[in-house]
């Protein structure tokens, strides 16, 4: 985050923090990131599925016969090339 955003008491207070409160705050707001993340990636997943898999209004609470199996291979598709691109990233990370 830029410095020149922040309140300059927040500015103040963070160079007064011990190296262990800088290290908690930097794992904190690296986990938070994470977890943003992967709201993103499974709201891009829904959305996307959605999209492609229901094509009737649903009305009785669930899916119908022809969806459910749709939405089940979407989610496995999207899954499996997430995982690609992971393990080639890991890859190009160990080089």
Do not use: W
């Not at 599925?49 to 229901?54: S, T």
């Not at 989610?75 to 997430?82: E, G, I, P, S, T």
């Amino acid at each position: 985050m830029d410095q020149a955003a922040l309140d300059p008491q927040v500015v103040e207070g963070l160079k007064n923090l011990s190296a262990k409160d800088k290290q908690d705050l930097n794992t904190f707001i690296q986990a938070e990131g994470q977890k943003a993340q992967i709201q993103s990636t499974i709201h891009s997943l829904t959305d996307t599925c959605f999209r492609k898999c229901i094509t009737s209004k649903i009305s009785a609470g669930k899916l119908d016969r022809y969806e459910e199996p749709c939405m089940q291979s979407c989610v496995d598709r999207f899954m499996d090339a997430n995982m690609v691109v992971i393990k080639h990233l890991e890859q190009m990370r160990s080089q």
